[in-house]
Nanobody, 114 residues
């Protein structure tokens, strides 16, 4: 059974930083691409970033230069380092293992507010 468990969300002031973690189990983590998506209130879920099994990364334009996705295959964990946070980054952030079958975590809330 595949499980993706996010952690690290919370309340942060504009300009602050947070690091999200996603612990994966039940899949061949090192062989999988892993991604982060987010969903703001009243909006559709949107892509944030992806890291391939080889370590290549890609980012949405809205987070490029501020967010960094990384992975630790020894811990079956993918991270999202978020710097220079803005109020518009407020959303529930979801970990995703894309593929023939898409797996999703339960999400973690990030709120950017003064």
């Amino acid at each position: 059974q595949v499980q993706l468990v996010e952690s690290g969300g919370g309340l942060v002031q504009p300009g602050g930083s947070l690091r999200l973690s996603c612990a994966a189990s039940g899949l061949r983590f090192s062989m999988r691409a892993m991604a982060w998506h987010r969903q703001a209130p009243g909006k559709q879920r949107e892509y944030v970033a992806i890291i391939l099994s080889a370590g290549n990364t890609n980012y949405a334009d809205s987070v490029k230069g501020r967010f960094t996705i990384s992975r630790d295959n020894s811990k079956n964990t993918v991270y999202l380092q978020m710097n220079s946070l803005k109020p518009e980054d407020t959303a529930v952030y979801y970990c995703n293992a894309p593929g023939a079958v898409n797996y999703w975590g339960q999400g973690t809330q990030v709120t950017v507010s003064s």
